[in-house]
């Protein structure tokens, strides 16, 4: 298990902080593939225990539903909810009538999934969409990976018990705890240092500017979306009057 997450790490964290950075249509065909293969798993979990949802629509919802998302943010999330909902409908009556008495069941298990991953998931790249989508990003999922490891490293080591013993048996209480103390202590660190790094990066682009473009974002960092607290800076250096002549 450990070696198989440190294989993972090792060869998808490059992809995946590259994906990060450039942001638009590179990170989001990344988000697209990961729930891909999120909805696939999802389908073949619940085929092993003798369900039957169906896995084109399972994997196919969750597509449409972050393209959406990627394309026009929720505008269209009306009518693809509805597409997915009534094919799903349409395929699991279908299935009841030709002897599938739990074709209730799958259907649920077929929505679910569909909004599970692709309704969620998608959320990641609305984050990335935000005026400092960068930033939020790298707040957001390194805390997680943080909270993650420290519940497994401390409940495998220190775990006695069982948070969950049917759902999830080797899951701890001692583990749960630890992820949440590591996970809001890391974020509010990563918070921290992310926030000074770039006021201290606006702050040398700033000067590089000049008076000129004084309280104006540069192009290269608006187009990234990677200025977090940039009006508080701008704020602050207008009262210590640097700002003065480009304010007027």
Request: aromatic share 12%; hydrophobic share 50%; glycine share 10%.
């Amino acid at each position: 298990m450990l070696s198989t997450r440190l294989l993972v790490a090792v060869v998808l964290l490059p992809v995946g902080l590259a994906a990060i950075y450039a942001g638009g249509w590179v990170f989001a065909a990344v988000i697209v593939l990961i729930l891909a293969l999120a909805a696939w798993e999802y389908v073949h979990l619940f085929r092993a225990c003798g369900m039957q949802p169906a896995g084109t629509l399972v994997i196919g919802g969750a597509i449409l539903i972050t393209l959406g998302r990627a394309v026009n943010r929720f505008e269209s999330a009306g009518w693809i909810i509805s597409l997915v909902i009534m094919a799903s409908m349409a395929y699991h009556l279908l299935a009841y009538e030709r002897g599938r008495d739990l074709a209730a069941t799958d259907f649920s298990i077929t929505i679910s999934g569909a909004f599970y991953t692709g309704w969620l998931g998608a959320y990641l790249i609305s984050l990335r969409q935000l005026p400092d989508g960068f930033w939020w990003i790298m707040l957001v999922l390194p805390t997680v990976w943080l909270a993650d490891s420290a519940a497994y490293f401390i409940g495998r080591s220190f775990g006695r018990h069982r948070l969950s013993p049917r759902l999830s048996p080797k899951k701890t209480w001692e583990g749960y705890l630890a992820g949440v103390a590591f996970g809001t202590l890391g974020g509010a660190l990563l918070a921290a240092l992310w926030s000074r790094l770039a006021l201290s990066s606006l702050s040398r682009q700033s000067r590089s500017a000049g008076p000129p473009g004084c309280g104006v974002q540069p192009a290269s960092v608006a187009s990234k979306g990677q200025s977090p607290y940039l009006s508080e800076f701008r704020r602050s250096r207008r009262k210590r009057g640097e700002c003065d002549d480009a304010a007027a």
